[in-house]
C-alpha cells in the first residue's frame, strides 16, 4: 500500500488554472496505477482521469482538453494540471491509487485515497 497526500486546491475564478499534486509514500510508486477523483456536494463520486504505470492518461469527457494528469516517478508524484475551469468543476479531489488498472478506472476495491483537496470555482 502506498499513503497518499493531496495539496494545491483553492478557490479560483471561472477560466483560471489549478494544479494539484499527490505525493506518495510506503511502497514502489512506479508500480501503480494512479487516479483522481472529484466529489460534488450532492453528487456521486466521479473518475476525472488516470495514468498507467506506463504514464498512459485517460480522462473523463467533462475535462478532456481541459486538465492533464502526468506522474513523476523520480518523485513519487502525480499531478492534475487543470486549465479553464469552471463553476461545475467545484468539488473535493481525491487521489487514488492502485496495482491494477480496474481498481482505480472503477473507483472500488482501491487499495490507497488520499484525504482529498477542495478546488471551489466561483468569481
Known amino acids: 500500500q502506498v499513503q497518499l497526500v493531496e495539496s494545491g486546491g483553492g478557490l479560483v475564478q471561472p477560466g483560471g488554472s489549478l494544479r494539484l499534486s499527490c505525493a506518495a509514500s510506503g511502497s514502489i510508486f512506479r508500480f501503480y496505477v494512479m487516479g483522481w477523483y472529484r466529489q460534488a456536494p450532492g453528487k456521486q463520486r466521479e473518475l476525472v482521469a488516470s495514468i498507467s504505470s506506463g504514464a498512459m492518461p485517460n480522462y473523463a469527457d467533462s475535462v478532456k482538453g481541459r486538465f492533464t494528469i502526468s506522474r513523476d516517478n523520480a518523485k513519487n508524484t502525480v499531478y492534475l494540471q487543470m486549465s479553464s475551469l469552471k463553476p461545475e468543476d467545484t468539488a473535493v479531489y481525491y487521489c487514488?491509487?492502485?496495482?491494477?488498472?480496474?481498481?482505480?478506472?472503477?473507483?472500488?476495491?482501491?487499495?490507497?485515497w488520499g484525504q482529498g483537496t477542495q478546488v471551489t470555482v466561483s468569481s
Open positions: 487514488a491509487a492502485d496495482r491494477t488498472y480496474q481498481a482505480v478506472v472503477a473507483g472500488q476495491s482501491v487499495g490507497s
